[in-house]
């Protein structure tokens, strides 16, 4: 019914940037919050950032001032620009949106696929 295709992932070096994109596509009428998720093997999925469809961010504490999230509502899209990466964000990472496909219709989860990123010291 609906997709979440990621994009961006790959391996940089301490110190450098990434950016992840997240495109809906599919049955929308409307997609309200977005968030990007990451886990590394053995650990629990955690919440990096998310936006609400006005835009409002929150971040976790070990990456504000280093991460940006933003989004276009126009492309159902929501983006993590990645800047001064370390190697503890080393992770898959996985977008989340809470969509609503129809007018009569409840909101619903969706993920993404997920994308690698690694960072090398």
């Known amino acids: 019914q609906v997709q979440l295709v990621e994009s961006g992932g790959g391996s940089v070096q301490t110190g450098g940037s990434l950016g992840l994109s997240c495109a809906a596509a599919?049955?929308?009428?409307?997609?309200?919050?977005m968030d990007w998720y990451r886990q590394a093997p053995g650990k629990q999925r955690e919440l990096v950032a998310g936006?609400?469809?006005?835009?409002?961010?929150n971040y976790a504490d070990s990456v504000k001032g280093r991460f940006t999230i933003s989004r276009d509502n126009a492309k159902n899209t929501v983006y993590l620009q990645m800047n001064s990466l370390k190697p503890e964000d080393t992770a898959v990472y996985y977008c989340?949106?809470?969509?609503?496909?129809?007018?009569?219709?409840?909101?619903?989860?969706?993920w993404g696929q997920g994308t690698q990123v690694t960072v090398s010291s």
């Open positions: 989340k949106a809470m969509v609503r496909t129809s007018t009569w219709g409840s909101q619903s989860i969706y």
């Open positions: 599919g049955r929308i009428l409307l997609i309200n919050d």
């Open positions: 936006i609400t469809r006005g835009g409002t961010t």
